[in-house]
């Protein structure tokens, strides 16, 4: 939609912005720890636009899919300091209760003394616009929410950058991740990305953020051979898979670092469909090893021309085919039932 129809359907347009969703092609679980991790940029992404609403003190969020069908609409009230959520459908009621938890954290940080940012339209801040007049927000997204290429992550970079908060900071408050997805949706490009000293960013208010190293990288798909993102019609939760790897013991999670962040390294450049087949199952092999699990490969992947590969949590969620002979492949990819395949540069920012 452009900008004037938004706002003959809302009220004056505010603010409006998107950024791009992600995967992780190396790194997964390990990069909590400190290991290096290769990020690529979506072509696909989500946006936000926030108008003036028509109802003083509500905040109106309607979260739009890939097909234009809302799958969350929620009013939301902040009373001395607290925000609440009205009544919403049962589906719903879990995803209206984490945006509840960011907005919160988003105005905790918008009232505190570092964040200057927060001035809205006109000389107003965004809270006085809330109770003097309303707010709408609307968000879109480009891609699935099943296939995990960053629905919550794009939409909390959405939200800091619209308040003007840190992000990593609200980040950190609300998710237990590593924040590399953060960072693809706030540098809009693919990276390689590590967590000093394997720590958190910060989950408190009061100590300094804790700065991630961030390289922006500038990827091409290896030759010789073809990619492709596969949906195989599940979804994994991230936040629980965390878990279960937080509690693996902390020497032999620790050990992986440096090989994982070698490979991941030499994923970010390699060229040639046959090399990155070889880092994949080394790759694979080290955490198979840790987590004590079949890779992608072992479990799914028998008599394929090629290597398949897990982006992020293991068992849901978009997959990367990599193949020398794309013929065949592309033949034992549309046999497999349920599945659904994407050439890789359709979804993924690929540099000529």
């Known amino acids: ?21 992600k995967i992780l092609m190396s790194g997964e679980y390990v990069v909590l720890d400190g290991a290096t991790a290769l990020g690529l940029a979506s072509r696909m992404g989500q946006s936000m636009a926030v108008f003036r609403g028509s109802q003083p003190g509500c905040l109106r969020w309607t979260a739009l899919d890939h097909l234009h069908n809302p799958w969350l609409q929620a009013n939301y009230r902040i009373v001395d300091g607290q925000w609440s959520v009205g009544e919403v459908s049962a589906e719903a009621s879990e995803s209206a209760g ?19 940012s927060a001035l809205g339209v006109e000389g107003a801040s965004w ?26 992550s794009t939409a909390l970079a959405l939200l800091a950058q619209w308040l003007g908060v840190d992000a990593r900071r609200l980040y950190a408050l609300t998710t237990n991740g590593s924040g590399y997805d953060l960072e693809v949706a706030m540098q809009n490009s693919s990276i390689l990305y590590r ?11 009061s100590a300094a953020p804790l700065e991630p190293i ?26 629980k898979e965390v878990g279960r790897y937080r509690n693996l013991d902390t020497n032999q999670r620790l050990a992986c670092v440096e090989k994982i962040s070698s490979l991941s390294i030499a994923l970010a450049t390699c060229q040639d469909v046959t090399m990155m087949m070889d880092c994949f199952e080394q790759h694979d092999a080290v955490l198979e090893k840790l987590l004590g699990q079949p890779c992608l490969q072992r479990s799914a992947g028998n008599g394929f021309p090629g290597r398949l590969k897990s982006l ?15 013929e065949d492949a592309i033949d034992w990819l549309e046999n497999q039932a349920n599945w659904s395949i994407y050439p890789f540069e359709q979804l993924i920012r690929c540099e000529a």
């Not at 939609?1 to 969703?21: A, C, N, R, T």
């Not at 984490?98 to 200057?116: F, I, K, S, V």
């Not at 091409?220 to 599940?234: C, E, I, M, T």
């Open 312 to 326: 992020g949590a293991w068992g849901g969620d978009l997959f990367l085919a990599v193949s020398p002979s794309s």
């Open 195 to 205: 967590l000093p000293e394997g720590r958190p960013i910060t989950n408190s208010l």
């Open 214 to 239: 961030v390289q922006p990288i500038a990827y091409r798909s290896p030759q010789g051979g073809a990619l492709w993102l596969v949906d195989p019609g599940g979804k994994q939760i991230s936040a």
């Open 1 to 21: 939609m452009k900008d004037g129809s938004l706002s003959s359907i809302h009220g004056d347009l505010l603010f409006q912005q998107w950024v791009p969703g």
């Open 127 to 152: 809270n006085d616009i809330l109770h003097q007049e309303g707010l709408t927000v609307q968000t879109q997204l480009d891609f699935a929410r099943s296939w995990g290429l960053g629905s919550s």
């Open 98 to 116: 984490l945006l509840q938890n960011w907005l919160q954290a988003a105005w905790t940080l918008m009232a505190g003394p570092n964040e200057g």
